[in-house]
């Protein structure tokens, strides 16, 4: 038996019997004509100009499926790998400032601590590295993040970065739910 109940994808597996008459030769055609299976989870990518700044984010892309997403499938007051799979990278050309917080030009792994009124953006300077892999002693520092609702149901994870008037924003959008977090480039 798998138990993955602690982490976002929150599912037991137990094993059953399996036809290997019929599912080998499906398995073995795939293969030979390259064809992998996948992850449950796939990779996106932003890149955005803020101000001069070039910003790209790398994140895992998990998808909604049905399920309840923050308060349940991504729980409240715990850290969240903001994502799936790998850990989610940040990179920027350009110093930034969010609120008191210098990031100097590189890149960062982000992760959050989502509350139902907002919660907390973790910028690590730890990178490649999975995402359930977090050294808090590592972290750049922390910042608060706000809540919105979006009006239509996001259904694959986005993260967003956009101008927003002197400044810039960087969301996090799932289900129908909004994180932002404004920056200020130097």
Known sequence: MLNASQTTRKVRVVRGPV???NLGPRFAARDAAGQSFGALSTRGETLATV??????????????RGRDIF?????WGER???????A??????????????????????LSTIPEANGGLLLINTQTNQGGTTYNAD?????????MG??????EAFTIAVEEEGDSGVLKLQWDQTEFRIPFEVQ
Not at 71 to 75: A, D, H, I, K, N
Not at 80 to 85: K, L, Q, Y
Not at 138 to 146: C, F, H, N, S, Y
């Open 149 to 154: 609702t979006l009006p239509n149901v996001v």
């Open 19 to 21: 036809d290997l008459e």
């Open 88 to 109: 989610t990278h940040f990179t920027t050309d350009r110093d930034l400032r969010f609120g008191d917080l210098e990031m100097l030009a590189g890149t960062y792994t």
């Open 71 to 75: 308060g349940s499938l991504v729980s």
């Open 51 to 64: 101000h001069g700044a070039s910003i790209s984010v790398d994140y895992g892309v998990p998808y909604k």
């Open 138 to 146: 590592q972290d750049l520092g922390r910042v608060p993040m706000t």
């Open 80 to 86: 969240w790998r903001t994502g799936a799979n790998r």
